[in-house]
């Protein structure tokens, strides 16, 4: 996003009384996409040592905040983070001189450290527990966390990872820090067993999804690639246009239609009767939709206490899963974005939460 385009849009949402909070996207410092390295705070020839020992990290916060946070009026300030394939010694020091650096600072809102990791960290019990080892006395409010899957899968059909995404938000939580999860799809509805405080998704692909392939070169916003795609958040699985088209002469349409307890007409006109593919659908019509649903159901997983909510969000994926998969029988396929292939996966995933994890959420799920 450009400045100018920043601008506009964060008057906007503060004039519509909305939060704001910037990610500097520091994952890649060698990166050469031209969008991001055009911002002020990002170093000019960034080399690890220099950078992290010299002016140019107390440059790029300074920035950061008066160029960025402060002028937007920001809620948070995202402290930037590199990708990390490994907790290893570096990760530590660079990180550590990073928190000492904003620590200093006169920043008056809340502090949220960035973890970035890839799938490797991610799954390892040892590298999830380092993690939490050495964070535990940063000085900062939350934490701001993005995880890489080996495969970039939109929805992951891998029980290990997101057993260990979720173990990793736990471990956060209990360490008193408010935890936010970026690049975040529907799958990432289940972190509310963690008591997660907030997903952020968005609305291509690739801000629902955390790949390091943005970061490296200018991409084209997928113009080649645009295809409209209807959510159904009962089968919490998306849908192109002309598989509507597939589920009115299946006799199914008005299944797959979002149930009116979700209240979004952004996209009623898909079931108006006519042909889906003849109404014309915008693609903006169709991302309201999506996150006014998913914002929903965030809000419907956080139930009153810690055993409704692993309830709610066993039948919320068992339905969802078991829609899916009879829309495939008429002949309506999800492709990638299809929940019954990671079903069993996000099922699996809170089960073993439940057994490692809930007895200490059942006691303490109103002060997480």
Known sequence: MTVDQMDKFCREIKSIGGKIAL??????PYSDHEKLINHSFWPNDF??????????????????????NSKYQADTFFIPGRYSGAIDDDWKK???????????KSIGIPRYASLALSSEVVISEDQVHDILDHVEDWPVDGFYLVARHSKDDYLVPDASW???????????????????????SQQMVYLALAKVDAIASGTW????????DKFEAAEDDQQSR???????????????????????????????KTDDSF???????LFSGAQPTTVGISEREAFRHYLHCLKMQTGYASQASYEDTYKYLNMLFNTAGQLAN?????????????????????????????????MIYKHRWNSI
Do not use: H
């Open 162 to 184: 997101l057993a260990g995404l979720i173990d990793l938000c736990a471990g956060l939580k209990l360490l008193g820090k408010k935890v936010i999860v970026g690049y975040s």
């Open 94 to 104: 660079y990180n550590d001189q990073m928190i000492d650096v904003v620590t200093k």
């Open 47 to 68: 080399e690890t040592g220099s950078f992290f020992s010299g002016s140019a990290i107390n440059d790029m916060v300074d920035i950061l905040w008066n160029e960025y």
């Open 205 to 212: 692909v690739n801000v629902r999804t955390f790949s390091l």
């Open 226 to 256: 645009r295809t409209t795609w209807y959510y159904c958040p009962q089968s919490l699985s998306e849908y192109q246009i002309t598989f509507l088209d597939i589920a009115k002469r299946a006799g199914v349409l008005n299944d797959i």
């Open 326 to 358: 009879y829309f495939k029988t008429k002949g309506v396929r999800a492709k990638y974005r299809d929940f019954s292939e990671v079903m069993d996966d996000t099922i699996a995933a809170i089960d073993l939460f439940n057994t490692t994890r809930g």
């Open 263 to 269: 209240r979004s007409e952004y996209v009623n006109v």
């Open 23 to 28: 990610d500097p996207q520091f994952y890649q």
